[in-house]
């Protein structure tokens, strides 16, 4: 069964500091996504990485997966306040069944 | 393009009182799904549909929840009887089964309160 464990749970960093959120997966996917939700909100999607190796950028976040290593990272340039939120990874464990983590609590200080 | 619909936005019960959602699909998205979210928790998938058909019920409480798609499009979520620990948002979404990306569109959600 696909376990997906994602690393911090929780994030509190000051603004214009750098930092990467990690998704580790158990078993082998092609696929791996990120999600953003605000507090009291839904999911808004982030990135879709499709292959080994995709990198993806979206302003100051960047988006990789690494399937060899069961690996995804979401690395977050220079924060802003406004990128507090909370993150999730999801992927496919088959089809459509879409195993989503934990969340990481991300919280941006002046 | 309009978003996944969904309603009411809000509900509180008493445990052991019965409950229903309802969720409206991106026109043209065959496939939908309910999710639930526990406060703090990634969201968990209940059921999913491609079409009118369930193509997984397996994580879906079959004892006090139930769910339909009759006519392929709209979707009602049933609960019955709840308990306290069916708190939670229940979320849902769906994606277009063609599309090379099968990424899901969520829809804002329906509170849930057991009291």
């Known amino acids: 069964e696909l376990k997906v464990e994602q690393n911090p749970l929780f994030l509190s960093m000051q603004e214009g500091k750098n930092y990467t959120i990690y998704c580790n997966y158990s078993?082998?996917?092609?696929?791996l996504y990120w999600y953003r939700q605000d507090p009291g909100k839904s999911l808004e999607s982030l990135f879709v990485?499709?292959?080994?190796?995709a990198v993806k950028q979206e302003g100051r976040l960047m988006a990789s997966l690494d399937t060899k290593a069961r690996l995804s990272t979401l690395h977050i340039t220079a924060a802003v306040h406004d990128l507090s939120a909370t993150y999730f990874c999801?992927?496919?464990?088959?089809?459509?069944?879409?195993?989503f983590g934990a969340g990481t609590r991300l919280t941006v200080k002046p | 393009e309009a978003g996944v619909a969904q309603s009411p936005r809000y509900k509180i019960i008493e445990k052991r009182q019965s409950v229903a959602f309802w969720c409206n699909p991106i026109?043209?998205?065959?496939?939908l799904y309910w999710y639930q979210q526990i406060l703090g928790q990634g969201p968990k998938l209940l059921i999913q549909?491609?079409?009118?058909?369930?193509?997984?019920d397996s994580q879906l409480p079959k004892d006090r929840f139930s769910a339909e798609r009759l006519k392929g499009v709209d979707s009602t979520l049933k609960i019955q009887p709840a308990k306290l620990e069916d708190s939670a948002v229940y979320l849902c979404?769906?994606?277009?089964?063609?599309?090379?990306?099968?990424?899901?569109?969520f829809g804002p959600g329906t509170r849930l309160t057991v009291l």
């Open positions: 078993t082998t996917s092609d696929r």
């Open positions: 999801a992927g496919p464990l088959n089809n459509n069944d879409m195993r």
């Open positions: 549909f491609q079409n009118n058909g369930v193509v997984d």
């Open positions: 990485l499709l292959s080994n190796g």
């Open positions: 979404a769906s994606s277009l089964t063609t599309s090379v990306y099968n990424e899901q569109f």
């Open positions: 026109s043209g998205h065959a496939t």
